[in-house]
T-cell receptor
Framework: AQSVTQLGSHVSVSEGALVLLRCNYS??????LFWYVQYPNQGLQLLLK??????LVKGINGFEAEFKKSETSFHLTKPSAHMSDAAEYFCAVSDRRGADGLTFGKGTHLIIQP | NAGVMQNPRHLVRRRGQEARLRCSPM?????VYWYRQLPEEGLKFMVYLQKENIIDESGMPKERFSAEFPKEGPSILRIQQVVRGDSAAYFCATLREGLDEQFFGPGTRLTVL
């Protein structure tokens, strides 16, 4: 069975500061990993995905994530936070290229302080 | 291309009534997934369908819940005899055969009074 753990249900950073959202996973097979962002009362939008190619993945809006197999982690980072980054962020894992139902973490609410 | 469409966006039902949630996939997408999001929780997978077939329903409650994706028309998630615990946001996602990104709809927020 797969699982995803997101450390920190709320993360607060100052505008311009580094954003780091943590995600650890467990999977019995090589995983496919995703980060989604959800703005209030909206659906989820894909930020980036890891599908067994490069371990450092670049996504939209300046976000990137690094797959570390030894640490079973897929942490999301952005060098400089912007007010518009305030949202809920979800890490998800799939066994099979996203074609299976995704297993999501509980989410991290990112707060940007002016 | 229009995105994934869900309707209604908001649905209010009284206990014991039926709720029908609709999901129209993006053009060319033949895979549909339903997820439920409870307050302060992440999304939980419910069911995965392809046209006229249920592929994986391991996340569906055993009773009162059913899903279909007919040859023509939208996918339907049906909840019979709703209870207050069914209040949640229900999202569908769709995927194109051979690709690896699920596109999410805006969700239906179900409130059971």
């Amino acid at each position: 069975a797969q699982s995803v753990t997101q450390l920190g249900s709320h993360v607060s950073v100052s505008e311009g500061a580094l954003v780091l959202l943590r995600c650890n996973y467990s999977s019995s097979v090589p995983p496919y990993l995703f980060w989604y962002v959800q703005y209030p009362n909206q659906g989820l939008q894909l930020l980036l995905k890891y599908t067994s190619a490069a371990t450092l993945v670049k996504g939209i809006n300046g976000f990137e994530a690094e797959f570390k197999k030894s640490e079973t982690s897929f942490h999301l980072t952005k060098p400089s936070a912007h007010m518009s980054d305030a949202a809920e962020y979800f890490c998800a894992v799939s066994d099979r290229r996203g074609a299976d139902g995704l297993t999501f973490g509980k989410g991290t609410h990112l707060i940007i302080q002016p | 291309n229009a995105g994934v469409m869900q309707n209604p966006r908001h649905l209010v039902r009284r206990r014991g009534q039926e709720a029908r949630l609709r999901c129209s996939p993006m053009k060319g997408h033949s895979h549909v997934y339903w997820y439920r999001q409870l307050p302060e929780e992440g999304l939980k997978f419910m069911v995965y369908l392809q046209k006229e077939n249920i592929i994986d329903e391991s996340g569906m409650p055993k009773e009162r819940f059913s899903a279909e994706f007919p040859k023509e028309g939208p996918s339907i998630l049906r909840i019979q005899q709703v209870v207050r615990g069914d209040s949640a946001a229900y999202f569908c996602a769709t995927l194109r055969e051979g690709l690896d990104e699920q596109f999410f709809g805006p969700g239906t927020r179900l409130t059971v009074l």
